[in-house]
């Protein structure tokens, strides 16, 4: 047989290595942006076409590059920021893996204009698919211009899998925003479809948080700042009234590169915990100075997630730093918060930072210790509390007196239902002769309400009711974005939603039957899920919306129902067409056969 092994010609090896690096445009907007800051510069201008499909271009005044560099700057593991392994450990620059530039010269066309303070002359270089179609020299300013044209125009496939405008464009704000916000000094613009949509000047983190949200946060901030010899914590958070249903204003930085952690985001929540409903998220630009070989950044490809030394330790300062500054301005009653006394002692609260401090510190030696003295405190919280399994045993739920004799009982088609109990005012149990059906309400609900959406919106739109006093919603410019996306369905669905410029919308109508209660919330909480729908199910704008509204209106665990309410929440289930399953697929109700519980008991 012969060999059947190949080595791939560089330019599909390339383009499968982008794949890692360059998934949609704003991921080369994040790259060029970022070479734009390591470059020095002060002035960054963003310039998108077709959401960043046709033209993603990045013009900065920074430190521009040789005619030998500009060339080897589209090499593969082409990087002028480390040299060795070790270097990683001392990193201060946003790039370090030398890949950005290679895989975007490998999915788009690419036109590169640069040049050095020193030269007389700059360099320009065309290349499309990895290959270089022309250099030469040029007359251009100090700094860098680099043009990213038609991205995956050699990768069909791919380009089909690109978003609407819509979603590309918010994904590319958002990448601008955390650039913008990580570097405040510099000034950024963003223009889109040669319209300017952003120019942020150069000024303080508040001042940029300003400029990008508006000024009506001036008095709904809170600074949080502690400095210990390990590490620093600056920036702001919101007052709780910033809380909003929608997450999308959090931003967590680590020595100024923006990471996502759902952990320490956890930290910064349960220090909120008891000032802001449950599941709101308050408003917070948090940036975390730490030695860089405490961390490795070398985790991820979009370099998104970085590893630390140890994740505990930082959960703790981050939690003791939000609730300090909470407290300081008297947002909590007392300094005396409800914290683990180990917690109290941590650095952050006790030693103010100094300059001497720093110097005598050897810090990895303190960490360390000071890390397996505290490491245990979370773990705590997750042991099972024994009274649970007390209260189990000693108070099985009581049927309700009123439950055995069903004095208005409705009639249901089928199955025929002679008796429904409440069960942890979470659960229905729904006798019928041979059988009992353990009935979860909310998934219930959300099939009955879901299902009498779909039929109202079948045909026509459903109905909409103006509302007497239009409530107006102010969105971020990324969510703007989404609302822009889904208005149309929206109003068929009954919301009458009007933009009124500047990412302000007012609501002037809602769906009376479905919404009798309306207020910003709704609109929030539809754009909050809908942003976050799994993306692996390929469903219409429209279901995305009736499923997170049905899921919204829906009864929740724990809510107690009267009679009627019980007794109408079975009928209208059994109503339904698909009543066995909630509208995300989950089991609306587990039926019981008696023959099935004599089985149990061994009968
Ligand atoms: P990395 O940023 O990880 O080093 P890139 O592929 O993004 O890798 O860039 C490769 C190299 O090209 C950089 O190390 C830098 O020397 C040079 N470079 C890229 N963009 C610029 C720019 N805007 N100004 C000056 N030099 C740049
Ligand atoms: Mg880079």
Redesign the pocket.
């Known amino acids: 047989m012969a060999d059947v092994i190949t080595l791939l010609p560089e330019n599909i090896a390339n383009q499968i290595a982008a794949g890692e690096v360059i998934q949609r445009p704003a991921s080369a907007v994040k790259?060029?942006l970022?070479?734009?800051v390591?470059?020095?510069?002060t002035e960054i201008q963003l310039i998108v076409n077709d959401a960043g499909k046709t033209l993603v271009q990045?013009i900065?005044n920074?430190?521009?590059?040789s005619e030998t560099?500009a060339r080897?700057?589209?090499?593969r593991h082409?990087?002028?920021?480390?040299k060795t392994i070790e270097d990683l450990f001392h990193i201060r620059?946003?790039?370090?893996?030398?890949?950005?530039?290679?895989?975007?010269a490998a999915v788009s066309q690419v036109e590169l204009k640069?040049k050095r303070k020193e030269d007389a002359a700059g360099t320009y270089i065309e290349i499309e698919n990895s290959v270089v179609l022309r250099q030469e020299p040029v007359a251009v300013p100090d700094?860098?211009?680099?043009a990213m044209k038609n991205l995956f125009f050699n990768i069909p496939a791919r380009r089909n899998f690109l978003k609407s405008d819509a979603v590309e464009m918010r994904h590319i704000v958002e990448e601008f925003t955390r650039v913008g916000l990580a570097f405040p000094a510099i000034r950024f613009s963003l223009t889109a479809n040669h319209q300017p949509l952003y120019l942020l000047e150069p000024g303080s983190l508040k001042q940029r948080m300003l400029q990008l949200w508006g000024n009506s946060y001036q008095n709904k901030l809170i600074t949080i700042k502690e400095e210990t010899d390990y590490l620093n914590i600056y920036g702001f958070a919101g007052k709780p009234e910033t809380a909003k249903r929608t997450r999308g204003d959090q931003y967590f930085f680590v020595n100024r590169r923006y990471i996502k952690s759902p952990y320490l985001h956890h930290a910064i929540l349960s220090a909120y915990q008891d000032l802001i409903p449950a599941d709101s998220h308050p408003l917070y630009v948090l940036f975390l100075e730490i030695d860089p070989s405490q961390i490795d950044v070398n985790v991820h490809p979009a370099k998104q997630e970085i590893k630390f030394e140890d994740e505990k330790i930082i959960y703790a300062f981050v939690q003791a730093a939000v609730r300090h500054a909470l407290a300081q301005f008297s947002i909590t009653p007392s300094l005396d918060f409800d914290l683990d006394p180990a917690i109290q002692q941590l650095p952050a609260i006790q030693q103010p930072f100094t300059d001497d401090k720093r110097k005598e510190a050897e810090a990895g030696a303190i960490f360390r210790t000071f890390t397996q003295k505290h490491q245990a405190h979370f773990i705590e919280k997750h042991k099972m509390d024994p009274s649970v399994w007390k209260n189990f045993y000693e108070k099985p739920a009581p049927a309700p007196e009123s439950a055995s004799s069903p004095s208005e009982r409705l009639e249901f088609p089928s199955p025929e239902i002679f008796s429904v109990f409440p069960l942890h005012n979470t659960y229905l149990i729904a006798q019928t002769a041979n059988s009992f059906f353990l009935i979860h309400q909310q998934a219930a609900h959300e099939r009955i309400l879901y299902e009498k959406m779909k039929q109202a919106g079948k045909q026509n739109p459903i109905p909409s009711q103006r509302t007497l006093f239009p409530a107006t919603l102010e969105l971020s410019p990324a969510d703007a974005a989404v609302m822009e996306e889904i208005i149309p369905e929206l109003q068929w669905l009954g919301f009458l939603i009007e933009p009124f410029g500047n990412n302000t919308y007012i609501i002037q109508g809602v769906p009376g039957d479905i919404t009798p209660n309306p207020d910003n919330s709704v609109i929030e909480i539809l754009l909050e899920q809908y942003k976050h729908f799994n993306p692996d199910i390929k469903v219409s704008v429209k279901e995305k919306l009736i499923r997170s509204l049905a899921r919204q209106h829906a009864v929740k665990g724990g809510t107690k129902l009267s009679e009627n309410e019980m007794y109408k929440l079975v009928q209208d289930l059994f109503r339904c067409e698909t009543p066995a399953f909630a509208p995300d697929g989950k089991p609306a109700y587990i039926e019981f056969s008696k023959d099935q519980l004599e089985a149990m008991f061994g009968r």
């Open positions: 790259e060029l970022e070479n734009a390591d470059a020095g510069a990045v900065d920074g430190c521009g590059m560099d080897m700057c589209f090499e082409a990087t002028s920021k480390i620059t946003m790039g370090f893996r030398g890949e950005a530039l290679a895989s975007i640069t700094g860098t211009s680099i």
